[in-house]
């Protein structure tokens, strides 16, 4: 079963996108910020990250940075949950390697559609 | 599949005002430059409208979304950072928390401030003339679907598309669910085998999809690659044949059905009515960290290793494992202890929860008396009890009202007494000995002991012969119907305030003291419990009852000396205390039981002090000290006098906690109704003797 690294400073999001993600049966790893998550993922192998942007320490767009530098996140999808539907900050999340952005509000059937296209 | 998550928004109402108190805190604080602040109240709003967005919450989000758009703008330095904007912020925040209040609450929203306050938002978002940028809440736009259509699609990637974890076959798997695909691969870029780089991709596509979705949709698959690859969507004619197939709207929905934008579920959107029920007002909640979590498992794990042990000892005991045993009972000495440590740890909250609402109440109070003071707090994260911190909260609030009200003077007054024009009240948490201790200082004018003393005169709380000394004079403020502000403010001065305060700090187990200097200013300390639940306790024996006396009344305890008892009239006896007389209360007098010893000469004596008042109760013996656990009579028996609970001892026996407070009320009554049944005895026989 695919296994999904959820990142999200606030605790109601994560535990949302979470509960979503294993109700759908998928396994889930929760990170409460960019640094938490750089830890697991040096732990654990994932099938898809998850991630904010906006969280302290750091963001998502660093985090995404930083997961494409180890060699086996090389490939592994990495999608940006946000609000920021900014073409702006879609540049920043490519450019640092993410795959690509769940826009919220989310929603969990979105969601769940959405992740299909990126899960091998 | 419909996932209802109407489960998650009491922890969404939760963090949001977690949210609210943050940007709160960070606004009063906010200066132009300070990133991280600034970026800290970004992320809360961020959150909040995240949040309410999913739980369709759409007053909060619209709301939000204003406020997180003024601060965007803060935050990419598009806006200076001005104080009306802040002010304006702040006002923002106490709508939000107004409408996430009402959802908890289930109440209705509507309110003119809010309307008022997001048009003064809008307003100042037009000043400069900054496009708010709509929140792209895509439109389901399937009205022109209903027709299945060919598409004709050719996809040529960039090579380094896989790079950033996109994989065409799952594009493909995507278009796959929207209609049929058929595809062919151009594989003329491919290197031999010798030159294949795994990790570029060199193919292209050209798919024909016959679906009946429109080309947005489409276009949606490819979204988060559309920068990185050259793609055409073209539109083959439509099958009219097919599209008659397809009027039937059975028919329609089991087409539309795979859809990846489906309108969100009812369930999803609908819920919040139904599902604010459960957790309508304040939660019964603590969140508590995980390592508490840990340490608590980790802990019941060593009882139970400790537990098996003593069980195995028992099976067939020896005096020879005599040594062992008494190890496995020390051990679970321990273990019981840090369990219970552990335990209590969970209920403990940083006095920070109570203390944050302070910075904005100053900072109102300054504005509206017009004084400038600052607020310093300290030992934010010392921890209190969950149930001592929601209760201690109001009575907090009035003491720094006053200090901003009463003590800290006039700017005027302050600058012709050589003073900064600038107060300071000083705010502080921190344990002492089983105790917090919250202190209240402020660099004010202090309490004029005269003013307080005629005051009290004039009420009729004392007489103008007491005298009085420095602490009894500062204690008259705690006297119902006391004020001494001359004329009412709206802020404080009512006359109802301080004895509530006291009150409720002593419902609490806790006492509250004054200090003043004139012209330096005052200070509060409020001693707390560290918790209700669990007392610390000095074990007595009155005959064959033990009572305990809470420890922190306990002022000293002595043999008494028959050369320092004086008697008064009635039963009233008093002792000498260095330069204090204090009322002896014999216990088993007061609760009418036997004892063991009834002379006074010799007796142990506990001094005890509450409400500022010291006596010594007269008790058989002292036995031990120890923590005992609190059962409220209240809840298994009915009020008695005098007592304010009840415990389980080791050896099983029920012993009684005293309410030292109701036991002097008692104490006093009972003499004064003894003075003057002696005094009625005593006019009747001079009546008598006259007849």
Known sequence: MSKILVVDDSNSIRDMVSFTLKSAGYETVEAKDGQDGLAKAKTNNFDLVISDVNMPIMDGIALCGELRKLAPFKFTPILMLTTESSTDMKMRGKSAGATGWLVKPFNPEKLLATIKRVIR | ?691
């Open chain 2, 1 to 691: 599949m419909s996932i209802d998550l109407s489960q998650f928004i009491p922890s969404f109402l939760e963090e949001s005002f977690e949210g609210l108190e943050l940007m709160e805190s960070s606004l009063l604080t906010l200066q132009q430059g300070d990133d991280d602040s600034i970026n800290a109240i970004f992320r809360a709003a961020h959150s909040i409208k995240g949040g309410a967005g999913t739980f369709g919450f759409n007053h909060v989000t619209e709301f939000t979304h204003l406020v997180e758009t003024l601060l965007d703008e803060m935050r990419n330095g598009q806006r200076n950072i001005v104080q009306p904007e802040v002010e304006l912020l702040l006002v923002s925040v106490d709508c939000l928390r107004f409408l996430i209040k009402a959802i908890r609450d289930e109440e209705p929203c509507e309110n003119s401030k809010i309307a008022e306050t997001a048009k003064l938002l809008e307003f100042a978002l037009q000043k400069q003339e900054i496009e708010a940028a709509v929140t792209t809440n895509h439109e389901i736009t399937s009205d022109n679907s209903q027709a299945f259509s060919t598409w004709l699609i050719t996809f040529i990637p960039e090579p380094h598309l896989v790079q950033t974890g996109n994989d065409p076959l799952l594009l493909f798997n995507a278009l796959a669910e929207l209609g049929e695909v058929s595809l062919e691969a151009d594989c003329k870029e491919l290197p031999s085998l010798l030159g294949l780089d795994a990790e570029t991709l060199h193919l292209t596509w050209t798919l024909s999809l016959k679906t009946s979705v429109n080309e947005d949709e489409i276009k949606e698959v490819f979204e988060w690659v559309e920068d990185e690859c050259q793609l055409s969507i073209t539109q083959q004619k439509s099958d009219s044949a097919e599209n008659k197939l397809v009027s039937s709207p059975l028919v329609e929905e089991a087409v539309k059905a795979p859809q990846i934008k489906a309108v969100p579920s009812p369930v999803v959107v609908n819920s919040p009515e139904k599902s604010t029920q459960k957790s309508k007002s304040e939660t019964g909640s603590i969140r508590v960290g995980v390592d508490k979590v840990d340490s608590l498992i980790n802990l019941v794990g060593e009882l139970v290793i400790t537990q098996s042990m003593l069980s195995e000892l028992g099976n067939d005991f020896e005096m020879s494992k005599l040594t062992r045993l008494t190890n496995g009972l020390e051990q679970l000495l321990q273990n019981t202890k840090e369990l219970q440590e552990s335990v209590m740890r969970i209920r403990m909250l940083p006095i920070s929860f109570v203390f944050n609402r302070f910075p904005r109440l100053v900072h109102d109070l300054s504005k509206k008396t017009d004084k400038e003071v600052t607020l310093v707090i300290n030992g934010e994260q010392t921890e209190l009890d969950k149930t001592v911190m929601e209760q201690i909260g109001d009575p907090l609030v009035h003491l720094v009202r006053n200090a901003v009200d009463h003590g800290i003077e006039s700017k005027e007054t302050r600058i012709a007494n050589g003073k900064s024009e600038v107060g300071t009240i000083t705010l502080a948490a921190y344990h002492q000995g089983g105790n917090v201790v919250i202190e209240i200082n402020d660099d004010g004018g202090g309490i004029d002991r005269q003013a307080v003393f005629d005051k009290a005169v004039e009420k009729g709380l004392v007489d103008t012969s007491n005298t009085l000394n420095e602490s009894q004079v500062f204690d008259l403020i705690f006297e119902p119907g006391f004020s001494t502000a001359k004329e009412l403010s709206d802020i404080s001065g009512r006359g109802v305030g301080m004895d509530v305060v006291k009150k409720n700090i002593q419902s609490l187990g806790g006492r509250i003291q004054v200090q003043s200097e004139q012209g330096k200013g005052s200070q509060f300390k409020v001693y707390l419990p560290l918790t209700l639940a669990i007392l610390d306790g000095q074990l007595v024996k009155v005959g064959r009852e033990v009572y305990i006396i809470p420890l922190i009344t306990i002022v000293e305890s002595l043999q008494v000396k028959e050369q320092l008892i004086n008697r008064v009239s009635g039963d009233m006896v008093l002792y000498r205390l260095r330069e204090d007389n204090v009322p002896i209360i014999p216990i088993y007098q007061l609760f009418d039981i036997p004892a063991d010893n009834k002379e006074l000469s010799n007796a142990l004596l506990v001094v005890v002090e509450a409400d500022g008042q010291k006596v010594g109760l007269m008790v058989d013996d002292l036995l031990a000290q120890q923590q005992v656990v609190v059962k409220s009579l209240n809840d298994n028996y009915q009020q008695v006098e005098g007592i304010s609970g009840a415990t389980i001892l080791g050896d099983g026996s029920v012993a009684m906690i005293l309410d030292v407070p109701g036991m002097i009320t008692m104490a006093l009554k009972r003499a004064q109704r003894q003075q003057s049944n002696e005094k009625a005895s005593k006019k009747k026989i001079e009546t008598e003797v006259l007849a």
